[in-house]
């Protein structure tokens, strides 16, 4: 593109985000803004490119207001029997929150009222409920990561398979496992516990991952450093393995794509990979494997597969 | 200016990735590389005119059909082509684009290709598109977070949207698309 009006709309659509737009520097805009259409289009554009680093998962701006839904989980307690109600009612049943979903491969970006950032990952559910006493969310599948506005009053706690993490000031993710929950922290601590073991919270701070589990007859925790992986690659649009079999490596993938991989054959399976790809390349990283264990990759339809 | 930023927002999410293919289909149809620029620029300006974007169901088609109305003024203007031939030409690769479930789905995934270009940037740009994408910075509070001057973050924001920008100005580098790059083929085929 024809370098001086593509550069000099680049600017301008750079100072516009600031706002902080001088007179001077507005009649300036205007002046060249009236000089050609090519001037016009070529700002719009550059602003579409600002707002398109911003909407990776953004909301959009034209919503209003996120869909209101009403939590259902009480009147299906009244059907249980009332004493399920009166427990329910003591956690979480009686509160109406903001939903946000993503579908298979979206990632979502999400600010809140007071500050905060919450990333909600491919594949997941997410309710807010910020109260007067606290911010309650609930994780109800897949995972999310939490940058924590500071307010000493109102804990943040995120809720998800009956564990609970709760912050005041940090960064972490959740994420729903099959029978357990995973924390990632990425600033400050975190303290998290489980709904029949309030007695029993655990400490996680800053580098660390903590696996709970949600299983009735393993109340086990375990928490470990994160060390060379990087759990929250997903935030940068990758996945990043270390170590990683090739089993959990293609399910993390197929976590985000329309595009299963399938590996066919045990002994392709448990060998390890360590290496970064992007994720919604599932393709690539099937080659790498066949390259790395010598099997082959075949496509059936909507699936690689990869065997010996 | 109006704050357009709905039309601004709905540009970023539905129009910029097909970029690359308008552009390799008006160097298809025997536009010169600086002409494209200049439809291009001026496509872009007239989306920026829509008082809504409601009533576009189709992005992609919406977007070649303006680009496609510059194209046949500057074929009269210019006089040079046969005009009947050149818009058969376009009229025949126009056709059809309703946006298939394939390419509904590749599409979501051509988004995470700027990824790509924002993991390439040296890393003071990345950092600072990435406040901005990820915890929704503002210019201001991504300067004070990093200690740089307001100034030094503009410039790094400005060199990061420039290489976002031109990414969809190559046209070789098409965002892959499976049923795009199908029809793509035949049409290749037809041409022989």
Known sequence: MSASVEDTAIRWAVRIDAQDLSDHEQRALDGWLRQDSRHRGALFRARAGLALVDGLGAEPLAEPHPAVRRWVRASAAIAAGFAGLLALSLSWSLWSGQQYSTDLGEIRRVPLADGSVVLVNTDSDLEVHYGNKARQLRLDAGEAWFKV????RKPFIVEADGVHVQATGTAFSVRRREQAVEIVVTEGTVRAWRDDQPGRAIAVSAGNTATISTAADRPAASVAPIGNGDPLAWRQGGVALNETTVFDAAAEFNRYNPVKIDVASPQVGSQRMTGYFQIDRPDEFSQAVADVTGASVSKDGNKYIIKM | MADKREAVQWVAVHILRHEPSLRRWLRRTGVQASDIDDIVQQTYCKLSELDSVAHIIDAR???????????????????????????????????????????MVGARSELNKVFEVIAALPKRYREVIELRRIEGLSQ??????????????????????????QSFENADRDYPCPGEELAEKVRNVGQR
């Open chain 2, 140 to 165: 201001k509070e991504t300067a004070k977070r990093l200690g740089l001057t307001e100034k030094s973050v503009e410039n790094s924001l400005a060199r990061g949207l420039k290489a976002i920008l």
């Open chain 2, 61 to 103: 088609a919406y977007f070649f059909a303006t680009a496609r109305s510059f194209l046949l003024q500057r074929l009269r203007r210019d006089r040079v082509v046969h005009i009947q031939a050149a818009s058969d030409q376009i009229d025949n690769q126009a056709v059809d684009q309703a946006p298939s479930p394939e390419r």
């Open chain 1, 149 to 152: 506005a500071k307010d000493r």
